[in-house]
Structure formats: structure tokens, C-alpha cells
């Protein structure tokens, strides 16, 4: 029997491939929780057979399969849906943190027109990240798969196209949904509606931990980003994110954390060996402006340009939702 795991992160397939329980074992990339979202007619192309036209900008599934395992999926490259029905069994392993809970809603929208009759899907949700725990342990693990059922494909296509809403609406209304048969979801829900802007300070969640973490003394960029045994435990945004982020803090206009000596974080900083150790090296500190905003006296985004995307909503300073997330109410602009 042919047994094909699906799951939301190199580590993790790394994991599950160590303990030798699946036959193929496939991360998915994406990323959902920053920049504009692909349209559904280019995720489909990307779940497609592998066919030259594609857009390049939008990675194509099997792109994420390390090179060393591709094999004969990945010569083929062959489509989601095709690969899943060679396969007597297909398991999706989820890890808990917001981006993988969109990838999973994502999927299973996806895959709903097929799954409820031809593909034999079952579901682990992880409540740790599959890719921190041994192989030993991820292996017993596999009792816990629940069929995947039709209320699963519900909630998850209506959690993603609430996602891919013009305002973050619909996403919000999700917080009187039922969503128990994603169990990571809920509060997903809450950890992306905390990153808008909040009514207060113009930052979201993320951004107000750095600034938190700056004013306590002593940090370097990399103590401020999230990760495993770090002291900032938000989960949304990756380490690319993250420097973005951080250099939005610092590159602006009217900056709410100073000392940040090289930028912007791209990869070319990093290729190059002493622009990088300098940037490692940055002692931060909050500007005037910075502390104003941690004691909720003053509003970033009356000092700086704001764009960029969460969701399908395009957040300006003309257009900005806003969060409250101690009264959970969301502030249309």
C-alpha cells in the first residue's frame, strides 16, 4: 500500500521521513501570512502537472521536495490530485502554527471536490511542531489520524474564503464559528487578527513584541525575532518576515527602534560576510517615537507610510483596519 504524507514544513517532513512510516513524505512552502495572496487560479496551476507556462512566482508543489528525494514524483511532476490518487492512503500533518493552518485550509478547499469520494484522507493536527520532536516520537503519533470528513472540508473552505476577503470581515466573523473539527484553527483565528494594526499604536502584535523586547535592554536583532525557546512566542510570521518587519521598525521615515546598522534583510545581505555580522551585531534601542508607541501615547502610522497585505486585504493609511484585542473589535478605517 502506497502511503503518502502531506505536511507543512521542511523540518517536519524531515521528521516524518526518519521514521520511515510513509512511502513519500511532501512539505508544502507557502506562504500565506505576508504579501498578497495568490489568486486561486495560480494555486491551481501550481497544484497542476508540472507544465513549462507556469507563473514562476508562484511556486510550483513539488518545489518544496528536497532534491534528493524527488525521485520519480518529482521527474514526473505530477499534479496534487494525481499523485494522491496512486496512493491508497494520504495523510495531512499539520503543524499548529498559523501559516500551516492556512496552508491546511488552503489544501483541503482544494482538494474538497475530490476528497469526499476518491481520496482516502486522513488527518493529523499536531499541537507542537512536528520538525522539533524526534522521529521516535513523531512516529506514535499516527494513532491520533481522524478521517477527513465533510464537516472538515466546510470549515476549512469557509475559514479560506473568508481569507481571501477584500476586508478582514468575514475572517473576524469566524470567531462565532464552530470550528472544533480543526482544532488549531480557532485560535489561528485570534494570532492573525492580533497581527492588524492595533487601535491604539498602528502596529500589530508582532511588531509591539519587538518594541517590548528592544525596551528591556541589551538586544541584538536575532533576540528579538520568535523561535523555538526565544522569549518572543509569536508564531505568524517566518524569519524572512521577521527581518522585514524589524526593518520597517527601523528604515522608516520616523523610526521606532534606532542602532540597527545594515539593511534592508535580504538575501544578498546575507551572502555578504561583514554585512551580516554587523547587522548581528546591532545594539537596538527605541527612539522617542518607539517608546510613545509601547505606552500607547502614540500612533506609528501618523508618522510613517503604511502598506502591505494580510489576506486578500490591502492594508494603507488611507484604508486601515484596526484591532482591539483585549475587547476583540474590529475597527474598519
Known amino acids: 500500500m502506497t502511503r503518502l504524507i502531506l505536511t507543512t514544513s521542511d523540518s517536519g517532513a524531515g521528521a516524518l521521513t526518519q521514521t520511515g512510516i510513509a512511502d513519500i513524505v511532501i512539505p508544502f512552502g507557502f506562504r500565506?501570512?505576508?504579501?498578497?495572496?495568490?489568486?486561486?487560479a495560480q494555486l491551481a496551476k501550481s497544484f497542476a502537472t508540472r507544465s513549462p507556462e507556469r507563473n514562476p512566482a508562484v511556486p510550483y508543489w513539488l518545489d518544496f521536495l528536497d532534491r534528493r528525494r524527488r525521485g520519480e514524483v518529482g521527474r514526473?511532476?505530477?499534479g496534487l490530485i494525481e499523485l494522491c490518487a496512486r496512493c491508497e492512503r494520504v495523510e495531512l500533518w499539520i503543524d499548529p502554527e498559523p501559516n500551516a493552518?492556512?496552508?491546511l485550509v488552503q489544501l483541503l478547499d482544494y482538494l474538497q471536490p475530490h476528497g469526499k469520494t476518491a481520496l482516502?484522507?486522513?488527518?493529523?493536527?499536531?499541537?507542537?511542531?512536528?520538525?522539533?520532536?524526534l522521529p521516535?516520537?513523531?512516529s506514535k503519533w499516527s494513532r491520533a489520524a481522524a478521517e477527513v470528513t465533510k464537516n472538515h472540508f466546510e470549515s476549512a473552505g469557509t475559514a479560506w474564503r473568508a481569507y481571501r476577503e477584500p476586508t478582514p470581515q468575514g475572517w473576524?466573523?469566524?470567531?462565532?464559528?464552530?470550528?472544533?473539527v480543526l482544532p488549531q484553527l480557532g485560535q489561528t483565528v485570534l494570532e492573525l487578527l492580533d497581527?492588524?494594526?492595533?487601535?491604539?499604536?498602528?502596529?500589530?502584535?508582532?511588531?509591539?513584541r519587538i518594541l517590548e523586547l528592544v525596551s528591556a535592554g541589551d538586544a541584538r536583532p536575532f533576540d528579538v525575532f520568535p523561535g523555538y525557546r526565544k522569549r518572543n512566542k509569536r508564531r505568524v510570521f517566518d524569519y524572512w518576515e521577521l527581518g522585514s518587519l524589524l526593518d520597517g521598525l527601523a528604515?522608516?521615515?520616523?523610526?521606532?527602534v534606532s542602532g540597527l546598522d545594515e539593511g534592508p534583510f535580504t538575501p544578498a545581505m546575507h551572502d555578504d560576510h561583514d554585512r551580516f555580522a554587523r547587522y548581528k551585531e546591532s545594539k537596538l534601542e527605541l527612539t522617542p517615537l518607539g517608546e510613545a508607541i509601547l505606552a500607547r501615547t502614540e500612533d506609528f502610522s501618523r508618522h510613517n507610510p503604511i502598506h502591505r497585505w494580510w489576506g486578500c486585504t490591502e492594508l494603507t493609511n488611507d484604508r486601515l483596519w484596526r484591532w482591539n484585542p483585549e475587547s476583540r473589535v474590529l475597527i474598519a478605517p
Open 172 to 180: 473576524f466573523n469566524l470567531l462565532d464559528e464552530d470550528l472544533g
Open 136 to 138: 521516535a516520537a513523531v
Open 32 to 40: 500565506f501570512t505576508s504579501g498578497p495572496l495568490p489568486s486561486d
Open 251 to 256: 528604515r522608516c521615515p520616523s523610526p521606532a
Open 120 to 133: 482516502n484522507l486522513t488527518l493529523v493536527q499536531s499541537n507542537v511542531a512536528i520538525g522539533n520532536r
Open 76 to 78: 514526473k511532476g505530477l
Open 101 to 103: 493552518q492556512l496552508m
Open 195 to 208: 497581527e492588524l494594526p492595533m487601535d491604539a499604536t498602528g502596529l500589530g502584535a508582532t511588531e509591539m
